[in-house]
């Protein structure tokens, strides 16, 4: 299983990064490579071409209806409808009524054809090809869950991503992420007193959970532009005793 970050920038994209979009590459027992997007927030789309062709996405997955998280999809839905070598489409998972969000984005009454959209079922478990993907809600003010890729490693045997989508502290979420090979998990505000609870993590309760969770790697994301990477680093590194970095674009990792 191969990770690329494409946008990391959270709340809003930044002068150096999309908002939310991670590629995860996956080849199964014949060769063929599996290829599925978690988010397409604001700007996203762009750089994803870099990596790989929107149109062949086998599919994509959505933590929440937040724009800095699905917001690409309006364009996306575009993409591939119009697109000169003939219309495709690529299935979505996300909360329920992100039909309805991408057809307002969009401006038109219905989604299209391009972009069928699963609601997410805590519990009902996603086939991709080589992988399986679990959700769990977490802690944010719409629904909002984060996800746990599980598939081939490239090391043979198997690997876990989990995604923490945007989310404060919750059980829901260590438990998810229980040991797993990377954990990507969004650090967007610094710990302050009296700072804003049920929205976001901090670098240092990310490190909390990640510690909590016996993942193997950290890779810290959705940093704000106003907010310095390091300092977040910094706060999860008090807490968390495993390897860990920021994302930054064009971050790959293979697992
Ligand atoms: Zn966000
Ligand atoms: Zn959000």
Redesign the pocket.
């Known amino acids: 299983m191969r990770l690329t970050v494409v946008g990391c920038s ?2 809003a994209p930044g002068a150096a990064s999309p908002a ?1 979009c991670y590629l995860v590459e996956a080849d199964d027992a014949d060769g063929r490579t599996w290829r599925v997007a978690l988010d397409l927030g604001s700007g996203a789309l762009g750089p994803l071409q870099r990596y790989a062709d929107p149109r062949l996405l086998d599919a994509i997955l959505i933590s929440h209806s ?1 724009a ?2 699905c917001a690409d999809l309006a364009v996306m839905d575009v993409y591939l409808k119009y697109h000169p070598d003939g219309e495709a489409s690529v299935p979505v998972h996300g909360p329920f009524g992100l039909g309805g969000r991408i057809a307002e984005l969009r401006g038109v009454a219905e989604t299209t054809a391009a972009l069928p959209v699963t609601a997410w079922q805590p519990g009902a478990p996603v086939t991709v090809g080589p992988l399986t993907v679990t959700c769990a809600a977490v802690a944010h003010p719409v629904p909002a869950y984060a996800m746990r890729l599980t598939g081939p490693s490239e090391s043979g045997g198997e690997a876990t991503l989990v995604y923490s989508g ?1 989310t404060d502290v919750c059980d829901g979420l260590a438990e998810l992420a229980w040991g797993a090979d990377l954990f990507l998990c969004e650090a967007s505000f610094l710990e302050e007193e009296d700072g804003p609870r049920g929205l976001h993590l901090t670098g240092a309760r990310a490190g909390a959970v990640a510690q909590e969770a016996s993942v193997g790697r950290l890779l810290l994301t ?1 940093v704000p532009p106003w907010t310095d990477p390091n300092a977040i680093v910094a706060e999860a590194a008090e807490q968390f005793t495993g390897p860990l970095q920021a994302a930054h674009p064009g971050l790959r990792r293979s697992l």
Do not use: A, P, Q
Request: zero cysteines; hydrophobic letters at 0%.
């Open positions: 959270g709340s939310s937040h800095d998280h945007d959705h």
